[in-house]
């Protein structure tokens, strides 16, 4: 097997797979209006889900990550969970959510081989919850989180997108949360999408702010480990849980960069930012074609640049982070 190597020197054993665009939430920041289909959309199938995985497992994808837009409101995720877990080579299957199916199906997706689960909470106050998604089912989303304690996941994460003028000063009420609970908060730093360019400029919130502010309470950083992505993670001996800084104007962020993204149009992303997709959807319908799609992944590599060139204000092709999967 040769596994996905670029001329970075950079490998590649994370998939993010997104297998919807479709939404049931209004994050100001990702689909203000709500998802709204661009004509009958054609997402992948089960099938050539499955042949995404083969092909990725054969060039060394060891962690695959279902995501979306909302990858829980198809009807077959509990599916999908499963041919990851079971795609000889992929060793832990995560999800990202918003978390609204969490509490009723967290036990059956644990044994369809879920390992891992990072649910989106941008507030731990409900109305300020309601303000940033649009959805008030605060209360059902905290407990699918607790739930999926009670359930034995290796890991359960909320992600909180840093929004200055809703979330910036909770801090206090965060770590309050995780002082008890083992659950890793992981702040991500708001990245300006094609769509929200205002937006950007009146919310965005330096992730440098909070890491000094966890610094001056006693937080340590955790050593990377070998796996490890762009995540800077903290612990303090005080609390149950830990924290992620998720920071991608941080200079050197692309330098550890371990992930490969496919929409869920069947297009491969080298970059959350920096292209268009590559096609691989001609390649996947039957299994004679794994071979070629597997040069395909190879050859693609090649084209992935160093980095993402926010700084230089390119917000790339990607009109919000629900068509691609964050
Ligand atoms: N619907 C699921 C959810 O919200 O968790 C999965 C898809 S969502 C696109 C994946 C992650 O991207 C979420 O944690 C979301 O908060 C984050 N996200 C969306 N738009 C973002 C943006 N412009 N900047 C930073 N993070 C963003
Ligand atoms: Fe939906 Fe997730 Fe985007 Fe919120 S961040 S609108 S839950 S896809």
Known sequence: MRELQDRFGRSFHYLRLSITDACNFKCQYCLPNGYHPDGKPRFMTLEEIRRVLLAFAQVGTRKVRITGGEPTLRKDFEAVVDLAANTPGVQRVATTTNGYRLAEHAKAWRQAGLSQINVSVDSLDPVQFQRITGDSRFDLVMKGIDTALAEGYDKVKINVVLLKEHNGDQLPLFLNYIKHQPVDLRFIELMETGLHHDY????????????????????????????????????????????????PYAKDFCATCNRLRVSAIGKLHLCLFTEAGIELRDLLGSDEQLAPLVARLHAALGQKHETHYLHDGNAGATPHLASIGG
Not at 214 to 220: M, P, R, S, V
Not at 227 to 243: K, M, Q, T
């Open 200 to 247: 950007f400029q009146r919310h965005h919130l330096p992730g440098a702010v909070i890491q000094q502010q966890l610094e001056q309470a006693g937080w340590t950083l955790d050593p990377r480990g070998p796996d490890d992505g762009p995540a800077l993670n903290y612990s303090h001996p005080d609390y149950a849980g830990r924290i992620g800084l998720i920071m």
